[in-house]
């Protein structure tokens, strides 16, 4: 990579650091301030829907309008948007209008990178990538997100911890939805530091789809399978079902989160090894599959220390797929179609997501706190099967 590069590779990762710190608090303490304010289960799970349903038509329209015009613009525009998200959480109680802030803000309800930041920044850092270093490139990117998600679910237990100096839990929440404003606003100086993506030699605007459109419609189909399953346990309802299954405290909560979020970010760069020696496909099902089997058994553990066992085991190889996933699309479609490729990719993924945490949220309410576990599981696997069966055969340039 030049010296330019390596600056824009860089300056997206410090962002979605930043992004991806706030969201890792704001997934634990999202449940815990809905429900100090006097909120459901139901309408927790609800909330959640709308919110990834939100992200999905924003993330579509991020790989639409990023495939003809400058994404640097757009990036900044949607960390103005982050800090408004934040500001706004911080002074609304009405559940309505939480749901409208939801919906079109950038409240990220998963663990997940669901956010129209994605497609944006997956077609600048392929753009500054060699074949060869494609996949670990994206394995720096996820490390870095994932790492700050981790310390971020660290953070979340900041509303204990202030408690014990006499601040109220609804003023600490408060100042954490404060503290995710003012990440937005620094994550949009970093964006400011990536050289802007000058206009195509031709003056023609890049392609939205073309070549490769039948390649991304059945990715898509198969990742909304994924993320469908995966809308069962986000991070939210994963620390709902916790704190309701368990009785986890908020504190023990934010040190399981960090740890898991750990766990995760390491075996990103252990990802991009082992696709080196077996295939992006291979790895991305040969990893998943067992992190399905491992969520099925912690939501069958009649004791905590089992469920959060197996749940740790699971996120350590649930991530795996992340950036082999990310690589593997950027690397089959044609440079001009990349933005467009993750935005058809990731939007579908992000409506699918949006269904199963409100299903999950009357599953809980009705007392049925195994069974969105035990369906992201057996879901999961039969994508995971699905996928090696489509593209087995489907090579990019590094493997052919």
């Known amino acids: 990579m030049t010296v330019k590069q390596e600056s824009a590779a860089g300056a997206i990762n410090a962002a979605r650091a930043l992004r991806d710190f706030g969201d890792g608090f704001v997934t634990v303490l999202l449940p815990v301030a809905l429900l100090a304010r006097g909120h459901s289960t139901a309408e927790v799970g609800v909330l959640a829907t709308v919110a990834l349903l939100g992200s999905a038509l924003t993330t579509l329209g991020a790989g639409w309008i990023g495939a003809r015009f400058d994404p640097r613009g757009l990036l900044l525009a949607y960390a103005g948007v982050m800090a408004a998200t934040g500001l706004l959480l911080a002074v609304t109680s009405n559940y309505w209008a939480l749901l409208a802030i939801a919906f079109l803000g950038t409240v990220n309800p998963t663990a997940g990178n669901v956010s129209p930041f994605v497609p944006l920044e997956h077609a600048m850092l392929a753009r500054s990538l060699a074949d060869a270093k494609r996949t670990q490139g994206f394995a720096r990117y996820g490390l870095a997100g994932t790492l700050a998600a981790a310390c971020g679910a660290l953070a979340a237990a900041s509303p204990d911890l202030l408690a014990r100096i006499g601040i109220s839990q609804s003023t600490a929440l408060s100042t954490m939805f404060v503290l995710y404003a003012a990440l937005g606003a620094v994550a949009g100086l970093a964006y400011a530091q990536v050289p802007p993506v000058p206009p195509a030699a031709d003056g023609k605007p890049a392609s939205v789809l073309g070549p490769s459109r039948a390649i991304v419609y059945k990715l898509a189909a198969l990742f909304s399978l994924d993320a469908f399953a995966g809308g069962f346990v986000v991070q939210s309802l994963t620390a709902l079902w916790l704190f309701q299954r368990f009785g986890l405290s908020l504190w023990a909560a934010g040190v399981f989160f960090f740890w898991a979020g750990v766990l995760a970010a390491f075996s990103l760069p252990v990802a991009a090894w082992l696709a080196r ?115 087995r055969g489907i090579k990019p340039p590094e493997e052919a």
């Open 277 to 391: 020696r077996i295939g992006l496909v291979n790895t991305m099902v040969w990893t998943h599959i067992p992190s399905s089997l491992f969520i099925i058994c912690a939501a069958l553990s009649p004791r905590l220390d089992l469920a959060l066992g197996f749940m740790l085991a699971r996120y350590a190889l649930s991530q795996m797929d992340v950036p082999t996933r990310s690589s593997y699309v950027m690397a089959v479609v044609t440079p001009p179609e990349r933005a467009a490729a993750a935005s058809l990719t990731l939007a579908p993924r992000s409506l699918a997501s949006a269904i199963s945490p409100a299903i999950a949220g009357w599953m809980f309410a009705g007392g049925q706190l195994a069974a969105p576990l035990i369906l992201c599981g057996v879901l999961k696997i039969v994508y995971d099967l699905a996928l090696l069966w489509t593209f």
